[in-house]
């Protein structure tokens, strides 16, 4: 649902142009450094897109998932390292917050959190807790009005920089039902943070593992103040970042197409462009078929979340399709490339690393084609 | 001080411009436009003195098609207070002469009662670079152009400007109109929340009628052509065939 076309056409616009005048020609620094200008993360602070997602009360864009994922395509179009940076705010880090907080939680970190004042980042998966999120074995006691966090966590997107963390542990049972969420402030006694974690891709962005050795918060760091809801908060929470991630997809592929014919059109071989060539021209428009498709999948599932309706196998389609079609065509766009493809000074190089991750993280493609067809024979 | 910014809507810098195929103009069909960089300075500018607290209110105008309006909307997301549309053509391609323009913003100026005029030195489409000096003219007012540093203190303004060959300082008696050169500033990408917030702001619409100016064109355009191709350059087997070219074929040396 778009709810103001002049508007959104206005946002989307500056948006396009920050990311390609500022943060395109930024790509080469980041991947050299592994690291993002802290000058560009002010900018981008500045330009409040630390709150896309954050309802307008509490000082974010609330923008509505279909606004939201034309805003996602946009940012999608550069190094995933600068998405990142905003991802968690916009996604994992805060919505557990939006959907299940009390008033006084999110009135506490979501004007925050909208402004890009505190970084929320999300902690699910530990060393042997994965796709099987309902094992969770960080535990939680209680002791007076305050619980006692045992346990790591890994991979932790944002969690060097993070000041709060929405954090699945163990207060109940064995299975989802004993799972709770806690909001986890990054400065509680007994949590520290592993070394940064050495990535195949996606350089810039932060991870690493969060470890809780007798942490103490207290009681109100409750995700809405009860017990063992915490499977179905983190269920809820990777249910709407599917489209965001989705779109991200779309975005990088739609860059890597850009790339291609780039490249295609100025490189010249047997006396002629080989954008000439039939074979490149065939690897051209699948690129470009396949990520029409995903736009189309994309903005349809976003306008079908607006309207309310349950959504869960097209989300998982969404990021499945998305994620997979983004590898082939970065695959396609580096063999367009040829050997110049295979060198770190063309952009595709780096993209074919860094749309590897889509296809794991927030749900491998596996969890998705379970959760497709769990939906599509369950009974309603 | 109120600050009066004239913005232009023209095509967007990254476009590749393409002449219509009976060379009477420039092809505008579907084709992205967006505020004249000159003018974005301008607004900036403005901005920057209101946040130093010399400019008290902003209003930014635009005079052509009612497509303008977006291009206001972007000067309000950046910070102006008030917008004004002052819809003088129905046709994309129409272009307001430089003097049209003057005369209008003369009217709004009447109006206003600004005490400083910043504009962008020329528009990147017809590259004029005419309209403020022509303000100037008409209002009897101060002018400094090609701007690239500027101080305004009491009733003076210190202006640096962009001349060949260097930089020269004037100082002006306000009101002045100033125009501005690239290097004034950077300006600033309007905020998301700001965005959203600048359709509440206030943007009235005009026509040319309501200022008693004729907009009709004084100038008829002969014809409009793409610039040549460059040719292809020639290779030479020696330092002394290069400066024997460059001395009696190219006379550079």
């Given at each position: 649902?778009?709810?103001?076309?002049?508007?959104?056409?206005?946002?989307?616009?500056?948006?396009?142009?920050?990311?390609?005048?500022?943060?395109?020609?930024?790509?080469?620094?980041?991947?050299?450094?592994?690291?993002?200008?802290?000058?560009?993360?002010?900018?981008?602070?500045?330009?409040?897109?630390?709150?896309?997602?954050?309802?307008?009360?509490?000082?974010?864009?609330?923008?509505?998932?279909?606004?939201?994922?034309?805003?996602?395509?946009?940012?999608?179009?550069?190094?995933?390292?600068?998405?990142?940076?905003?991802?968690?705010?916009?996604?994992?880090?805060?919505?557990?917050?939006?959907?299940?907080?009390?008033?006084?939680?999110?009135?506490?970190?979501?004007?925050?959190?909208?402004?890009?004042?505190?970084?929320?980042?999300?902690?699910?998966?530990?060393?042997?807790?994965?796709?099987?999120?309902?094992?969770?074995?960080?535990?939680?006691?209680?002791?007076?009005?305050?619980?006692?966090?045992?346990?790591?966590?890994?991979?932790?997107?944002?969690?060097?920089?993070?000041?709060?963390?929405?954090?699945?542990?163990?207060?109940?049972?064995?299975?989802?039902?004993?799972?709770?969420?806690?909001?986890?402030?990054?400065?509680?006694?007994?949590?520290?943070?592993?070394?940064?974690?050495?990535?195949?891709?996606?350089?810039?962005?932060?991870?690493?593992?969060?470890?809780?050795?007798?942490?103490?918060?207290?009681?109100?760091?409750?995700?809405?103040?009860?017990?063992?809801?915490?499977?179905?908060?983190?269920?809820?929470?990777?249910?709407?970042?599917?489209?965001?991630?989705?779109?991200?997809?779309?975005?990088?592929?739609?860059?890597?197409?850009?790339?291609?014919?780039?490249?295609?059109?100025?490189?010249?071989?047997?006396?002629?462009?080989?954008?000439?060539?039939?074979?490149?021209?065939?690897?051209?428009?699948?690129?470009?078929?396949?990520?029409?498709?995903?736009?189309?999948?994309?903005?349809?599932?976003?306008?079908?979340?607006?309207?309310?309706?349950?959504?869960?196998?097209?989300?998982?389609?969404?990021?499945?399709?998305?994620?997979?079609?983004?590898?082939?065509?970065?695959?396609?766009?580096?063999?367009?490339?040829?050997?110049?493809?295979?060198?770190?000074?063309?952009?595709?190089?780096?993209?074919?690393?860094?749309?590897?991750?889509?296809?794991?993280?927030?749900?491998?493609?596996?969890?998705?084609?379970?959760?497709i067809a769990r939906e599509m024979c369950a009974q309603r | 001080m109120k600050v009066l910014v004239p913005v232009k809507r023209v095509i967007d810098y990254n476009v590749k411009v393409r002449v219509k195929a009976d060379g009477s103009g420039v092809d505008l069909a579907n084709v992205k436009m967006s505020m004249n960089p000159f003018d974005e300075i301008a607004v900036e500018e403005a901005i920057r003195?209101?946040?130093?607290?010399?400019?008290?209110?902003?209003?930014?105008?635009?005079?052509?098609?009612?497509?303008?309006?977006?291009?206001?909307?972007?000067?309000?997301?950046?910070?102006?207070?008030?917008?004004?549309?002052?819809?003088?053509?129905?046709?994309?391609?129409?272009?307001?002469?430089?003097?049209?323009?003057?005369?209008?913003?003369?009217?709004?100026?009447?109006?206003?009662?600004?005490?400083?005029?910043?504009?962008?030195?020329?528009?990147?489409?017809?590259?004029?670079?005419?309209?403020?000096?022509?303000?100037?003219?008409?209002?009897?007012?101060?002018?400094?152009?090609?701007?690239?540093?500027?101080?305004?203190?009491?009733?003076?303004?210190?202006?640096?400007?962009?001349?060949?060959?260097?930089?020269?300082?004037?100082?002006?008696?306000?009101?002045?109109?100033?125009?501005?050169?690239?290097?004034?500033?950077?300006?600033?990408?309007?905020?998301?929340p700001n965005i959203m917030k600048a359709k509440a702001k206030p943007l009235a619409t005009k026509t040319p009628a309501d200022y008693g100016v004729d907009v009709a064109p004084r100038l008829s355009v002969v014809k409009t052509v793409e610039p040549a191709g460059r040719k292809a350059g020639v290779k030479v087997s020696s330092i002394e065939e290069l400066i024997a070219k460059l001395k009696d074929e190219?006379?550079?040396?």
């Amino acid at each position: 649902m778009i709810r103001d076309a002049e508007i959104l056409g206005g946002l989307v616009e500056t948006v396009r142009r920050f990311v390609r005048e500022r943060l395109v020609p930024a790509e080469a620094l980041v991947e050299e450094t592994n690291a993002i200008p802290p000058a560009i993360i002010d900018e981008m602070r500045a330009l409040g897109l630390f709150g896309l997602s954050i309802p307008e009360a509490y000082g974010g864009l609330g923008l509505t998932m279909e606004e939201e994922v034309m805003v996602a395509l946009e940012l999608g179009y550069t190094s995933a390292a600068f998405r990142s940076v905003i991802g968690t705010n916009n996604g994992i880090g805060s919505q557990g917050i939006i959907v299940d907080g009390t008033e006084a939680q999110k009135a506490h970190w979501l004007p925050r959190m909208a402004s890009g004042e505190v970084i929320g980042s999300f902690a699910l998966t530990e060393p042997d807790v994965g796709s099987d999120a309902g094992s969770v074995r960080t535990t939680a006691r209680r002791e007076g009005d305050h619980y006692i966090l045992n346990g790591t966590k890994r991979y932790i997107t944002n969690a060097p920089v993070a000041d709060v963390f929405t954090l699945m542990a163990r207060t109940g049972e064995a299975g989802p039902g004993g799972v709770t969420a806690f909001l986890v402030a990054a400065d509680s006694p007994g949590l520290s943070l592993g070394p940064p974690d050495r990535k195949m891709g996606q350089r810039g962005t932060k991870t690493c593992d969060v470890i809780l050795r007798e942490c103490r918060v207290p009681a109100d760091a409750v995700i809405g103040g009860v017990e063992g809801q915490g499977f179905k908060t983190a269920m809820k929470v990777l249910n709407r970042g599917r489209l965001h991630i989705a779109a991200v997809c779309v975005g990088q592929a739609q860059r890597l197409c850009d790339e291609a014919v780039g490249f295609a059109r100025s490189r010249v071989q047997f006396g002629k462009p080989i954008a000439e060539h039939q074979l490149v021209q065939a690897m051209l428009a699948d690129c470009a078929t396949e990520t029409y498709a995903g736009l189309c999948m994309v903005t349809d599932a976003a306008r079908r979340f607006d309207a309310g309706e349950r959504i869960v196998q097209q989300a998982a389609s969404c990021k499945l399709f998305c994620s997979e079609m983004a590898g082939r065509v970065a695959d396609r766009a580096l063999q367009v490339h040829g050997g110049a493809g295979y060198m770190q000074d063309y952009p595709v190089e780096h993209f074919y690393r860094d749309v590897r991750l889509f296809r794991l993280y927030e749900g491998t493609s596996q969890i998705q084609q379970i959760i497709i067809a769990r939906e599509m024979c369950a009974q309603r | 001080m109120k600050v009066l910014v004239p913005v232009k809507r023209v095509i967007d810098y990254n476009v590749k411009v393409r002449v219509k195929a009976d060379g009477s103009g420039v092809d505008l069909a579907n084709v992205k436009m967006s505020m004249n960089p000159f003018d974005e300075i301008a607004v900036e500018e403005a901005i920057r003195l209101k946040e130093k607290g010399i400019a008290t209110e902003i209003v930014v105008v635009s005079i052509g098609v009612k497509q303008a309006q977006e291009t206001l909307r972007t000067a309000l997301a950046m910070g102006a207070d008030r917008a004004i549309l002052i819809e003088a053509a129905a046709d994309v391609h129409t272009d307001i002469e430089p003097l049209a323009v003057a005369k209008l913003l003369a009217g709004v100026v009447k109006e206003e009662g600004p005490g400083l005029v910043l504009c962008g030195k020329q528009a990147i489409d017809n590259d004029m670079n005419a309209t403020g000096q022509m303000l100037s003219a008409l209002l009897g007012w101060s002018q400094a152009t090609f701007a690239s540093e500027l101080a305004v203190s009491g009733d003076a303004a210190t202006v640096t400007r962009e001349v060949d060959g260097g930089l020269q300082t004037i100082t002006v008696k306000m009101p002045a109109i100033v125009t501005v050169d690239l290097r004034l500033n950077e300006p600033r990408y309007a905020s998301l929340p700001n965005i959203m917030k600048a359709k509440a702001k206030p943007l009235a619409t005009k026509t040319p009628a309501d200022y008693g100016v004729d907009v009709a064109p004084r100038l008829s355009v002969v014809k409009t052509v793409e610039p040549a191709g460059r040719k292809a350059g020639v290779k030479v087997s020696s330092i002394e065939e290069l400066i024997a070219k460059l001395k009696d074929e190219a006379g550079v040396i």
